[in-house]
């Protein structure tokens, strides 16, 4: 079993930057690719950007190729998800995932373990 806890989010004015931390715990051999998805309100929970176990295969949503970054520590199990030029439609509840295979995906259906979501809001 794997716990997931993200921290890191807030109110921002457009055009600001926000890094959003995800802690995973638990068995490490159960922690392959982390993914960051994000739930507008009103709006279906979408794909953000995926990291494999590895670190280099990375993946990002069109709407946020360029101004997002998605990094992670193995060592201490910990994602990351840099957001540069936020904009007011990137305001939502950011959810960290992993799964335990290593190779990453853009399928939230697809990610055995879920974080409990932190809210970003982008004012302009």
């Known amino acids: 079993q794997v716990q997931l806890v993200e921290s890191g989010g807030g109110s921002v004015q457009a055009g600001d930057s926000l890094t959003l931390s995800c802690a995973a715990s638990?068995?490490?051999?159960?922690?392959?690719?982390m993914a960051w998805f994000r739930q507008a309100p009103g709006k279906e929970r979408e794909f953000v950007a995926s990291?494999?176990?590895?670190?280099?295969?990375?993946k990002y949503a069109a709407s946020v190729e360029g101004r997002f970054t998605i990094t992670k520590r193995n060592v201490q199990n910990m994602a990351y998800l840099q957001m540069y030029n936020l904009k007011p439609e990137d305001t939502a509840v950011y959810y960290c995932?992993?799964?335990?295979?290593?190779?990453?995906?853009?399928?939230?259906?697809?990610?055995?373990?879920w974080g409990q979501g932190t809210l970003v809001t982008v004012s302009s």
């Open positions: 995932a992993s799964r335990e295979f290593r190779a990453a995906s853009t399928i939230a259906g697809e990610y055995d373990y």
């Open positions: 990291i494999s176990w590895s670190g280099y295969g990375v």
């Open positions: 638990g068995r490490a051999d159960s922690i392959g690719a």
